[in-house]
């Protein structure tokens, strides 16, 4: 057998969390990616009921899913909301229970050039929850002409994504968002999209990228990675340096990626086929999060002769994910790890982290695990 080939097929024994994987196959898998989890356990039970939700920008939904005109109701951050988009082509974003009698806008709710109608009275909206219009009545309670909804939220449209900044204490955004000019060039792929639903903490999944040592264990890789993080501000980074065997041979590739902030993480891959992922990863819950995989290609690569090997890249990512999400759904948060030599950066990128917690929520969160300590 060739070195290429060694290489391309370098496993190591079945890794454990492949025995959960084996009998899901094309339905069965996209249904289990969304689904509850059986026997799962409390997020108390976990130790991350009290883990705060970090701030930031998160994604809402594809912009194509979300016409002009179009009301959505949706669930984030441990809210019930509302999202529409304008006839301008702005969306907007408001907690959905209409301030008057407690509708909830995002079922019936009708879009009214920019303003949102409530389908219960029909009282008006505008994206920073004032009430616009009462068609019923001449004048508007003085007190509902201010922001009258319990919370609206700054969107932004981006890479092919609708986002919201959210923050526990209403602090508008700290930073912007990145952006790719591989979205929509026109020698670039539309977007091949996959979803999860993970039953655990954001922190949880972002921490994986600097857990080294379980690529061999639960991926399956022969070697540990060798890579280089930066921490800038809101940005993580890095850089690894591959070689990779392929139907044409050992290929020399790279894999950058990163994070923006808590929500807005990506992945270029580079040399075997050029490839960029756009991840959205969105709180439902403390214990609960929305992932979003969004794959852009170089056409030459795609659709020409190296097509296959294209493919392979994108099925290859997301069965990686499908083996952390075993893993993940169950996962206990650890606060003091006891971590050893080969488990890879997890404290630096815990420090950077927490950055994306309003600090009286993590002084609540570390006390009471004080406590609980204590207490055993």
Known sequence: MSEAVDLQDARTAPALVWQQLDRLKGEALLEWRMAPIANGRSAQERNIDGLPMPFGWFALCYSDELGVGEVKPLRYFERELVLWRGEDGTPRLLDAYCPHLGAHMGYGGKVDGQHLQCPFHSWR???????????????????????????????????????????????????????????????????????????????????????????????????????????????????????????????????????????????????????????????????????????????????GPNRGVAKAVIRDICKQLDQDKVIWDRQAYIDQAPLCAGDGPINDFRNFFRQFYEGAEWDKYREAARQRTASH
């Open 125 to 303: 909206w505008d994206g920073e929850g004032r009430a616009v219009d009462i068609p019923y009545s001449k004048s508007i309670p003085p007190r509902m002409k201010r922001p009258a909804c319990e919370r609206s939220y700054p969107t932004a449209e981006v890479n092919g994504f609708v986002w919201a900044w959210w923050h526990p204490q209403h602090v508008a955004p700290l930073y912007e968002l990145r952006t790719f000019e591989e979205v929509g060039h026109p020698d670039w792929t539309d977007y091949e999209t996959h979803e999860w639903i993970v039953h655990g903490p954001m922190q949880a999944l972002a921490e994986n990228g600097a857990d080294s040592a379980h690529f061999k264990y639960v991926h399956g890789v022969v070697d540990n990675p060798d890579y280089d993080i930066r921490y800038e501000g809101h940005r993580r980074t890095a850089e690894v340096r591959v070689r990779m065997g392929t139907p044409r041979g050992l290929v020399d590739g790279a894999i950058a990626y990163g994070v923006d902030g808590a929500g807005q993480p990506w992945t270029r891959f580079t040399g075997i086929c050029e490839t960029l992922l756009v991840t959205g990863v969105t709180p439902i819950a403390r214990d609960v999060t929305h992932l979003r995989f969004a794959f852009t290609q170089l056409k030459a690569d795609r659709d």
